[in-house]
C-alpha cells in the first residue's frame, strides 16, 4: 500500500517561513520524482516544485528563488523549504510522487498524499 503523509503546513504572517515534509512508504522511492503542488479556492492546481530521481529542483515561476526541494532517499522524505511567503501562496498544498518527472512536471502524477493547508496571513 502506497502511503504519503504530509506534515508543516499551517498559519503565517506575510515574509515567514514554513517547512513541509513528506514522507512516502510503499514505492521505491529512490527511483520517483517527487514534487509539491497546490491548490487555492477558485484556482487551478499548479506544480510548485518538484525534485527528479537524479536529485535535480524544478520550480515554477512563484516558487523560484523563495523555495527549496530537497530530498532524502534512505529517509524516504522530501522537503519543501518556504520563505518570504505571501498571501499568494495561500492554498491546500500537497505532495506527489510520479516514475517520469516530466508527466510531473506537468503537474500528472500517479500518487498524492491527502494535503496540508498553508495559510499566510496579511
Known amino acids: 500500500q502506497v502511503q504519503l503523509v504530509e506534515s508543516g503546513g499551517g498559519l503565517v504572517q506575510t515574509g515567514g517561513s514554513l517547512r513541509l515534509s513528506c514522507t512516502i512508504s510503499g514505492i521505491g522511492f529512490s527511483r520517483y520524482a517527487v514534487g509539491w503542488l497546490r491548490q487555492a479556492p477558485g484556482k487551478e492546481r499548479e506544480l510548485v516544485a518538484l525534485?527528479?530521481?537524479?536529485?535535480?529542483?524544478y520550480y515554477a515561476d512563484s516558487a523560484q528563488g523563495r523555495f527549496t526541494i530537497s530530498r532524502d532517499n534512505d529517509k524516504r522524505t522530501h522537503e519543501l523549504q518556504m520563505t518570504d511567503l505571501q498571501p499568494a501562496d495561500t492554498a491546500e498544498y500537497f505532495c506527489a510522487a510520479e516514475f517520469d518527472d516530466y508527466r510531473l512536471q506537468k503537474g500528472q502524477y500517479t500518487y498524492r498524499g491527502q494535503g496540508t493547508q498553508v495559510t499566510v496571513s496579511t
Open positions: 525534485i527528479t530521481a537524479g536529485n535535480r529542483p
